[in-house]
């Protein structure tokens, strides 16, 4: 495997992108989200583009204006569909071999891919979408249900409790919190995103770590019969576990191949 570094223009701004190549002609573009540069958190990004070159694939990953190595300015994950298109047009220059792209992004690169409808690729595998419009806002019911789980579990969460360490007026708010029912349709960026991924008519995968309060909200805001979806039990936001990490990659690979 070759990784290599390449600079593309978008909007008048150089975009610093890292390909790692293969021989296929499926490729997977790597969208990085926040404010992330294209190694991703713990170089987790780096890691996966080289997993996957390894099986065929060539991987393209960048940062998008104002980030990293890239020049422009950043106006957030909203303002990124240029630059996804961009990538996309200097994966194909670099490599004319690729006749199909596969994006993946996880947290607001989720919600960006879904927001630009795709923004060009052939297929989409979306981790953890953002859905989260304000922090200081009740924690919709799936992340205070899971919270209350993991704590039930912990005898040292048990006996804080029984020994009247823990805020009652607290916990009852968060109580009632975990007995909302969920929404009856997507409001707010949640129905932004999902109007977006309407219009994408390419092949579509969903992915959610359990242990992640991105994910868990995802999910309140989304209809969970929805067949595209996968869960991974067990799993961070970043999927730093072994056992995660092996399962995005598998999830991956299934889209790339087509399966």
């Known amino acids: 495997m070759t990784r290599r570094h390449f600079t593309f ?11 790692d190549e293969a021989a296929g002609d499926t490729a997977l573009l790597i969208v990085s989200g926040g404010n992330e540069v294209r190694a991703g958190a713990w170089n987790g990004q780096a890691r996966l583009a080289a997993d996957i070159a390894a099986r065929g694939f ?49 947290c607001d690169a989720a919600s960006a891919l879904m927001l630009s409808q795709g923004a060009g690729l052939d297929a989409l595998v979306l981790s953890n979408p953002w859905t989260i419009e304000n922090d ?18 912990d005898p040292a969460a048990i006996r804080r409790l029984l020994t009247g360490k823990v805020a009652i007026g607290g916990l009852v708010r968060s109580l009632l919190a975990a007995m909302r029912p969920a929404p ?3 409001a707010g960026l949640a129905q932004e995103i999902a109007q977006g991924l309407e219009s994408f ?11 992640d309060r991105t994910g868990l909200a ?11 979806l996968r869960r991974c039990v067990g799993a961070t936001h970043s999927y730093v576990e072994r056992e995660a990490q092996d399962w995005l990659v598998a999830q991956i690979l299934d ?3 087509g399966e």
């Not at 940062?63 to 194909?92: K, Q, T, W």
């Open 9 to 19: 223009a978008c909007e008048g701004a150089q975009l610093v992108a890292t390909l």
């Open 58 to 106: 060539p991987v393209l990953r960048f940062d998008r204006r104002g980030v990293g190595d890239s020049e422009g300015e950043n106006h957030g994950f909203r303002s990124n569909g240029p630059d996804i298109r961009a990538a996309l047009a200097g994966l194909r220059a670099e490599c004319p071999e690729v006749r199909r792209v596969v994006g993946f992004g996880n």
């Open 136 to 153: 200081a806002a009740e924690a919709p019911a799936e992340v205070v249900r899971d919270h209350y789980r993991r704590r039930l579990a």
């Open 184 to 186: 009856a349709a997507p």
């Open 201 to 211: 008519s390419g092949e579509v995968r969903l992915l959610v770590a359990e242990r």
């Open 218 to 228: 995802f999910l309140a805001n989304w209809d969970k019969a929805d067949t595209r």
């Open 255 to 257: 889209v790339l191949n």
